[in-house]
Structures are given as structure tokens and as C-alpha cells.
């Protein structure tokens, strides 16, 4: 079955600095990966998703992940964080076959400072 | 076209009582999965339906829980003889037939246990 590992639980960065969030996912091919966005309180948002192609995908909110196969990672990226980001942020894995058996990693608590 | 629907938003039971939780898919959706996300932790997969059917229930404690999506109405997640523990956010989410389409959530519904 497959798993996803966010390895951060918990992140701070100042407004206006970059971010990275990892994520680490295991399957025997290669998944659909997702990243979603959860404010306080409310219920999740797609910010992005990769099916197959191009590596580098864009999402919405000047978010951007890259797919790199070799280190089975799929990593969110923002060059400059805004306050409004402070949010959890989880990656998604699902299989690739008929089937919408969509894993989630634990999350990763982003706090932005200003 | 309405989201996904959850009710109700927020639902106070006491010990021993019975929680009954609604999903409503988006229009067209015949996927549902339900989550649990427990206070300061991650998403946590617990059951996966299609119309009528149970796919994938690893995620469910064996007992208490139960989870259904009948051929007409919402998908309901039932507890049974609630505990302090089972106090969380609970989310469902859906998606349409095929593989790899993104899964639209609910906004959820927190479950308090006194």
C-alpha cells in the first residue's frame, strides 16, 4: 500500500522569505501525488496535483511542486510566503490504477512571521 | 454545484451516546472516503467507499465504527458508545469515478465527547 512522510512537523518562516515542505512518498509505481492546504477551521484545498509530464507543476497561491522520481519526493515550494499562508499543509499520495485510495501524510504546520 | 456536504458542522455527544455523521458527495461522485483528524495531528485515513460498497476499511477501529454509502442518500459514519477519544474532526471527502481526480473535502464535522 502506499504511505506518504512528512518529515516536518512544524515549520516558521519570516513573510517574504521561501519556503520548502517535504514530502516522501512510497509506492511501487508512480502515484498521483497532491498537496492540499487546510486553514484553522476549515476543510482542505487543493493547492496542486501531478498525474504524469512535466516535473515541475505549477498550483494556486504561487505555490509550486516538483516530482523527482529517483528520491521519491514531491516538494511544495513559495519563493516569498505571505502572513495569509500560515495554514497545515498535507501531501497526498493515490494510486495510478482505477481506484481513489488517496493516503495522506501528517501534515506540516506552517507559521509565518512578520 | 454544491460541494461536499457534512452535517452537522458540530455535534456534542455525551459518553456512551451515539454519533451519527453525514456526507453528502459532490454531484456525479461515487467515491467517498472518510478521515479522522485528531487535536495537533495529521489526517488519518479510515474508510473508503463506493455506492453500496466498503473498499477499503484498514483505517477503521474494529470496533464501534461503522461506515456506509447506500445506493441513495449520504454516506453516514456511525460510532457507537462514543468515548472521550473519538472526540475529532471528522472529513469526508469525494471523488468521480476513475482514478488519479483530485478529492474534494467537506468542511467537516467536530465531534465533542463530554
Known amino acids: 500500500a502506499q504511505s506518504v512522510t512528512q518529515p516536518d512537523i512544524h515549520i516558521t518562516v519570516s513573510e517574504g522569505a521561501s519556503l520548502e515542505l517535504r514530502c516522501n512518498y512510497s509506492?511501487?509505481?508512480?502515484?498521483?501525488l497532491f498537496w492540499y492546504v487546510q486553514s484553522p477551521g476549515q476543510g482542505l484545498q487543493l493547492l496542486l496535483k501531478?498525474?504524469?509530464?512535466?516535473?515541475l507543476v505549477q498550483g494556486i497561491k504561487g505555490f509550486e511542486a516538483e516530482f523527482k522520481r529517483s528520491q521519491s519526493s514531491f516538494n511544495l515550494r513559495k519563493p516569498s510566503v505571505h502572513w495569509s499562508d500560515a495554514a497545515e499543509y498535507f501531501c497526498a499520495v493515490a494510486p495510478t490504477y482505477n481506484n481513489n485510495d488517496m493516503r495522506f501524510g501528517a501534515g506540516t504546520r506552517l507559521t509565518v512571521k512578520p | 454545484n454544491a460541494g461536499v456536504m457534512q452535517n452537522p458542522r458540530h455535534l456534542v455527544r455525551r459518553r456512551g451516546q451515539e454519533a451519527r455523521l453525514r456526507c453528502s458527495p459532490m454531484k456525479g461522485h461515487s467515491h467517498v472516503y472518510w478521515y479522522r483528524q485528531l487535536p495537533e495531528e495529521g489526517l488519518k485515513f479510515m474508510v473508503y467507499l463506493q455506492k453500496e460498497n466498503i473498499i477499503d476499511e484498514s483505517g477503521m477501529p474494529k470496533e464501534r465504527f461503522s461506515a456506509e454509502f447506500p445506493k441513495e442518500g449520504p454516506s453516514i459514519l456511525r460510532i457507537q458508545q462514543v468515548v472521550r477519544g473519538d472526540s475529532a474532526a471528522y472529513f469526508c471527502?469525494?471523488?468521480?469515478?476513475?482514478?488519479?481526480?483530485?478529492?474534494?473535502f467537506g468542511q467537516g464535522t467536530r465531534l465533542t465527547v463530554v
Open positions: 471527502a469525494s471523488s468521480p469515478p476513475g482514478g488519479g481526480d483530485e478529492a474534494f
Open positions: 509506492y511501487g509505481a508512480t502515484p498521483y
Open positions: 501531478y498525474f504524469s509530464g512535466d516535473t
